[in-house]
Nanobody
Framework: QVQLVESGGGLVQAGGSLRLACAVSGRSFAMGWFRQAPGKEREFVAAITWSGGSTYYAESVKGRFTISRDIAKNTLYLQMKSLKPEDTAVYYC???????????????WGQGTQVTVSS
């Protein structure tokens, strides 16, 4: 049974930083972060290959967010800096076969963690 558990969300002022974590039980996968703001569709944020050797980012977060993973701990991270109010959303980690931007390609999802950025 594969389970993903996110942590690290919260309230932060614009310009601040947060680090999200996603603990994975079970197999190792390619991983991704997605987010969903109220009234909007879920959107891709970042992805990382199983080995951690390649990473991919949405244009809106490139240069501000960093995805990484600790293979030994089977934990995924998202370091977020220079946060903006438009980054406010529920953030989800996901596991799948490939590190891609399509949510439908991920087989397992966490429950989500709220990130709120105040102006």
């Amino acid at each position: 049974q594969v389970q993903l558990v996110e942590s690290g969300g919260g309230l932060v002022q614009a310009g601040g930083s947060l680090r999200l974590a996603c603990a994975v039980s079970g197999r190792s996968f390619a991983m991704g972060w997605f987010r969903q703001a109220p009234g909007k569709e879920r959107e891709f944020v970042a992805a990382i290959t199983w080995s951690g050797g390649s990473t991919y980012y949405a244009e809106s977060v490139k240069g501000r967010f960093t995805i990484s993973r600790d293979i030994a701990k089977n934990t995924l991270y998202l370091q977020m800096k220079s946060l903006k109010p438009e980054d406010t959303a529920v953030y989800y980690c996901a596991a799948g076969v490939s590190a891609v931007s399509f949510a439908s390609r991920y087989n397992y999802w966490g429950q989500g963690t709220q990130v709120t950025v105040s102006s």
